[in-house]
Nanobody
Framework: VQLQASGGGLVQAGGSLRLSCTASELRFSCHNMAWFRQAPGREREFVAS????????DYTASVRGRFTISRDNSKNAMTLQMSSLKPEDTAVYYC???????????WGQGTLVTVSS
């Protein structure tokens, strides 16, 4: 199983970025997907998740209303649209997949998002 995250970069505060995660060797439509992030010196934290069907999404409070998670099961792909970015959103963002809610067995390599003030 491979999860490939991409789309990170440097953006000014208030700007937008779109992260993508593609999966291979995975029954994508049977897995819940999620984004986590880890800022320097901090523990990894949950950002957002989407159910296997796409019918349910969840967000951590700090990104609700600014980030949108979505998926396209026909393309084995998931995205995280991030808007109104803040310096505190700076982190390495990881995509993850799992069959059991809130249990993620597969992880991507991470993509760095840097938000400048």
């Amino acid at each position: 199983v491979q999860l490939q995250a991409s789309g990170g970069g440097l953006v000014q505060a208030g700007g937008s970025l779109r992260l993508s995660c593609t999966a291979s060797e995975l029954r994508f439509s049977c897995h819940n997907m999620a984004w986590f992030r880890q800022a320097p010196g901090r523990e990894r934290e949950f950002v957002a998740s989407i159910s296997a069907s796409g019918g349910r999404t969840d967000y951590t409070a700090s990104v609700r209303g600014r980030f949108t998670i979505s998926r396209d099961n026909s393309k084995n792909a998931m995205t995280l649209q991030m808007s109104s970015l803040k310096p505190e959103d700076t982190a390495v963002y990881y995509c993850a997949a799992g069959e059991t809610p809130m249990v993620y067995n597969y992880w991507g390599q991470g993509t760095l998002v840097t938000v400048s003030s």
